[in-house]
Nanobody, 119 residues
């Protein structure tokens, strides 16, 4: 059974940085290589939105609000994806959820990690 476990959330002041990590378990390495992984976020009263994702070919895609500030990377050997978040603002406050889409198109979600940015 595929499981995604996030870490790295927390509280930070505006202008600060955080790095989120997500490790996948329960899947063979070649399957992970072929997967697209990403991060979504959901703030209270708002719809879930894409933050960033990275394909098996290392193509990246970012939400407009985080372009130039966030960087996503994938470590196939560790079955992990990371999100480096810089220049954080209070508008970045949300629960950040790790997402994985397998080559078979099955999708999985992590439990989420809270990021709180204070002004």
């Amino acid at each position: 059974q595929v499981r995604l476990v996030e870490s790295g959330g927390g509280s930070v002041q505006a202008g600060g940085s955080l790095t989120l990590s997500c490790v996948a378990s329960g899947m063979i390495l070649s399957d992970f290589w072929g997967s697209t992984m990403g991060w979504y976020r959901q703030a209270p009263g708002k719809q879930r939105e894409l933050v960033a994702n990275i394909t098996s070919g290392a193509l990246t895609n970012y939400g407009d609000s985080v372009k130039g500030r966030f960087t996503i990377s994938k470590n196939n050997g560790k079955r992990a994806v990371s999100l480096q978040m810089n220049s954080l603002t209070p508008e970045d406050t949300a629960v950040y959820l790790c997402h994985l889409r397998r080559p078979s198109m099955q999708t999985y979600w992590g439990q989420g990690t809270q990021v709180t940015v204070s002004s």
